[in-house]
């Protein structure tokens, strides 16, 4: 049975850093692209970052380009979130998906098999 569990959530101020991590047990890490998406309040899931399972390629949401860097360690079985610049509107749950088919980088949630539960990421103006 596949799990996601993620963690490094926190309340930072805006212009900080945090560092999201998300671990998989279960299966063979790397037969899975790996995303990360997040649901502020009142608001829908939104795509965030995906990574293709060797790493090479990888995928942005326009809103967090430039300021989130996604990466994986297959030997840790992790895929990582590393999150500059925080700004208010990145309040959100994040959460972590795994995609079976390790070659897609997609960003509809549909086509992602498994999720974590979540991690709350609070950024204060």
């Known amino acids: 049975q596949v799990q996601l569990v993620e963690s490094g959530g926190g309340l930072v101020q805006a212009g900080e850093s945090l560092r999201l991590s998300c671990a998989l047990s279960?299966?063979?890490?790397?037969?899975?692209?790996m995303a990360w998406f997040r649901q502020a309040p009142g608001k829908e899931r939104e795509f965030v970052a995906v990574i293709r399972w060797s790493g090479r390629t990888t995928d942005y949401a326009d809103s967090v380009k430039g300021r989130f860097t996604i990466s994986r360690d297959n030997a840790k079985n992790t895929v990582y979130l590393q999150m500059n610049s925080l700004k208010p509107e990145d309040t959100a749950v994040y959460y972590c998906?795994?995609?079976?088919?390790?070659?897609?980088?997609?960003?509809?949630?549909?086509?992602?098999?498994?999720w974590g539960q979540g991690t709350q990421v609070t950024v204060s103006s």
């Open positions: 998906a795994a995609d079976l088919n390790q070659w897609k980088t997609t960003q509809a949630m549909g086509a992602y098999d498994y």
């Open positions: 279960g299966d063979t890490f790397s037969r899975y692209a």
